[in-house]
């Protein structure tokens, strides 16, 4: 049988629109809140702390179930069974017990006819606290020895040494702000109650295995008992990772007490004060280099703001620290990471789980140098990159696929850059409002979980009798594309039309035990298991169809044209019923596990991943020096995606990360007071980029490479990555600010998100 490899497939995958794609535009995609409600369904609404850390001395719940059309009131007292969903620490309550601990933590549920009555009756508790000082800010978590696990640290070398022997020496700071995923679709999730205690939970989750074992502990009823499916979300981007657990949970809660419908749609304010962003930094750096701009010796510290609970926050500052070298060699170095508790809202999951803020650093590092030496950023960058004889990263994994330096050269001269940058000084000359800056940023991203078990996946594929093709995978779809992905990849090994293959939702009955959506692993994995489940039913329907027409197996080819056994072709569906009919199995599940990867957390050296996406980016800006605005007037990107699974796909991803990371270092902003009540909780005070933000000139390239590693067509992960490339839109601001004092051999104080005010602030600085 002729193999349709996994590595090479006969033909390079077609760009096809997004299987959703019609349903989408004409408003016919069915979301959670789409799902008809049954009759008797509830609705149900959160009671929120009014304060950040405090003892509850008492709740008076009166006035709340003497509202019209509330049916049941319920706080930590009635949770049968574990109240938590926290996926590690199991530090994370459903409802408040005895103590809050930040400012709008659940307290207590409340479950009605309606939404609205719900959501009013919310209001009317009366609660008694107990104030206590609460930790908000990074230096008060400090000063209070709040941790949620203790300091990391990430060396080679003698970082000191190398410090105390450099030719030049230099030691700056940055604030990296949080960010809210905003997505489209808000945290919203429907349980149904089954027989016998069984439940059914439609969750807009980026984990249902999670919600289903979370759920479970919850209610004490095993895992087989909860049922979570998954068809769409409209929008995630991590903030459904293991956030979504707590509005499923609330609904299966309702539903065990109750036997009735009960469904959980949180309003926008509320959502954004309850979930979790981007974690927040403050970064401190210590570094040696010499006259050309190489460095010699680094010393990072992260002070990252986690928040009250844990939640996710280990493997996040985690990767903080694997990509705080981003594509740069550092010989002797130190990073440490400060993992601190304060009383906000717990930060969670976001594109790029931590690895945006470590490479913002690094590039803030070249930039630095770049200033008080006196050259371009770019010269510095390029000399700093990895390269053969410094090839070993930080936590001693040797880069075997460094296409950076390539890519990097490339972009610089198809992008003009240097021809631009003279152009640029020109314009600064002679203009005096307003200065334009021009930056080339690299991006080096593992791929992988860091928590190595968490690298499988499993599918399930059916073959019907008619050709028809079913497939269920434990990846789930936020708008990335990635079930036309495993549309095409299934389609490819039968050799018919992506149309031919259906992709259902997403189910904890159909595929168990799978990992999150996220790590920009969801094609790698899923893409693998449902290869090799199409591929053992195509081996099948082969050794059949063989005996049956007389030759060898090898012979029977599954082509655009049909299948070929020997000297017969006949079309896949007429295959299908031949092997129905002889009684030939057409149902498969399959299985991945990423190999080539361990990682010990203790000593932080290993290979936690698989292989690196690259790409890069050249970011023009105009600065306005009166007003602090600024405008991205071009943007030229070349990325590496591997050998594409979809380029239309791809480049939508690309496309949109570069904005939303554009947004992280720009616009958003999130900010708690000193009580800590969240202060931007709405569309109208959280500025998220528009269509009016994107660059007016937007050029997408992809890297004409594939992955050295054996991942499906030998493609690459795509979803986290182009976030980073926006770094490239902060480094350009703050180039056009320097040019406001040309003279001054400094790098302007720039905080992210450069907002007007933070530009204005870094323009005085420079002028002081």
């Known amino acids: 049988m002729a193999d349709s490899n996994p590595l090479w497939p006969e033909a390079a995958m077609p760009a096809l629109a997004h299987d959703s794609a019609h349903l989408h535009v004409a408003g016919l995609a069915r979301y959670v809140d789409d799902e008809p409600e049954l009759p008797g369904t509830l609705h149900l609404a959160f009671g929120l702390s009014s304060e950040a850390r405090a003892r509850i001395a008492g709740m008076d719940l009166d006035a709340v179930r003497a509202f019209p059309g509330v049916v049941a009131v319920y706080t930590a007292a009635d949770i049968p069974g574990e109240n938590n969903v926290g996926p590690i620490a199991h530090d994370d309550r459903v409802l408040a017990d005895g103590e809050v601990v930040s400012h709008g933590q659940p307290v207590f549920l409340v479950a009605a006819e309606t939404r609205l009555a719900a959501r009013k009756a919310a209001r009317l508790c009366k609660v008694s606290y107990e104030p206590q000082e609460p930790a908000i800010t990074v230096e008060q978590a400090r000063t209070a020895g709040s941790r949620i696990e203790a300091d990391q640290r990430m060396a080679r070398g003698d970082a000191d040494a190398a410090l105390a022997a450099a030719e030049h020496r230099l030691a700056g700071s940055l604030r990296i702000g949080a960010q809210d995923h905003f997505y489209l679709e808000g945290q919203v999730a429907h349980a149904r109650p089954g027989e016998d205690g069984q439940i059914h939970v439609v969750s807009s989750s980026q984990h249902p295995s999670e919600v289903q074992h979370l759920v479970a502990h919850l209610l004490k009823r095993p895992s087989a008992d909860v049922t979570v499916e998954v068809r769409r979300m409209g929008g995630a981007f991590g903030g459904k990772e293991s956030q979504a657990a707590l509005f499923a949970a609330a609904a299966a809660l309702v539903v065990h007490h109750t036997g009735r419908p009960a469904k959980f749609r949180c309003d926008r304010d509320d959502d954004m004060i309850v979930t979790g962003k981007r974690h927040d930094f403050d970064v401190d750096y210590d570094v040696g280099h010499d006259g050309e701009g190489r460095l010699t010796a680094v010393k990072l510290r992260f002070g990252g703001r986690c928040g009250a609970t844990m939640d996710l926050s280990p493997g996040i500052n985690d990767r903080t620290m694997f990509h705080a070298d981003n594509c740069y060699f550092l010989p002797d170095v130190e990073i440490v990471s400060e993992r601190l508790k304060t009383n906000t809202v717990s930060a969670t999951a976001f594109r790029g789980f931590g690895g945006p803020q470590g490479m913002l650093a690094i590039e803030r590092v070249c930039d630095h140098v770049a200033a008080r030496l006196g050259l371009d950023p770019l010269d510095v ?76 996946a499993g599918a399930l594929v059916h073959v019907y009798s008619d050709g028809s093709i079913q497939a269920n995978h434990g990846g789930t779809e936020m708008g ?61 329907m082969a050794d059949f169809l063989a005996g049956v027409f007389g030759c060898a197996a090898d012979d029977v080819r599954f082509t655009a044209e049909g299948v070929i056994a020997g000297d017969v072709r006949m079309s896949f569906a007429e295959a299908a019923r031949k092997a129905w009919l002889g009684r030939i199995s057409l149902s498969s599940t399959g299985f991945y596990a990423t190999p080539e990867i361990e990682y010990d957390r203790a000593s932080h050296r290993g290979r936690p991943f698989y292989y690196f996406a690259y790409g890069a980016a050249v970011s023009e800006v105009v600065v306005d020096t009166l007003t602090g605005e600024h405008k991205v007037l071009a943007v030229d990107i070349l990325h590496d995606v591997g050998r594409s699974l979809n380029p239309a796909i791809d480049r939508g ?96 104080k720039l905080d992210a998100p450069a907002t007007p005010e933070a530009v204005l602030r870094a323009i005085g600085g420079m002028r002081l």
């Open 381 to 456: 960058r390029q000399r700093n990159l990895y390269g053969p004889g410094r090839d070993v990263t930080p936590y001693g994994m040797t880069i075997e696929d460094n296409i950076a330096p390539q890519m990097v050269a490339r972009l610089r001269e198809t992008a003009r850059y240097d021809a631009r940058r003279e152009a640029i000084a020109a314009f600064n000359a002679g203009s005096p409002v307003l200065k334009k800056g021009i930056a080339l940023t690299p991006v080096k991203f593992g791929i992988s979980f860091t928590t190595t078990h968490l690298n499988q």
């Open 480 to 540: 990335q594309g990635l079930h036309i992905k495993i549309a095409q990849i299934v389609a490819d090994v039968f050799g018919v039309g992506v149309d031919t293959v259906r992709i259902t939702a997403t189910r904890t009955d159909k595929v168990p035990n799978t990992s999150a959506t996220a790590a920009s692993s969801g094609a790698d994995l899923n893409g693998m298991a449902a290869w090799r489940a199409a591929t053992a039913i195509r081996e099948r």
């Open 653 to 748: 991803q690309i496309e949109g990360g570069f904005v939303q990371g554009q947004g992280w270092l720009t616009t958003e902003v999130v900010e708690w007071d000193a009580k800590g009540r969240l202060l931007n909780h709405s569309p109208a005070t959280y500025k998220v980029p528009t269509a009016s933000d994107r660059p007016k000139r937007m050029r997408i390239d992809l890297w004409d490479g594939v992955n050295v590693k054996l991942t499906i067509h030998r493609s690459k992960a795509v979803g986290e990555p182009p976030l980073m490339l926006a770094n490239s839109v902060f480094c350009a601001i703050s180039a056009a600010i320097a040019a406001t004092a040309p003279e001054v051999r400094e790098l302007p």
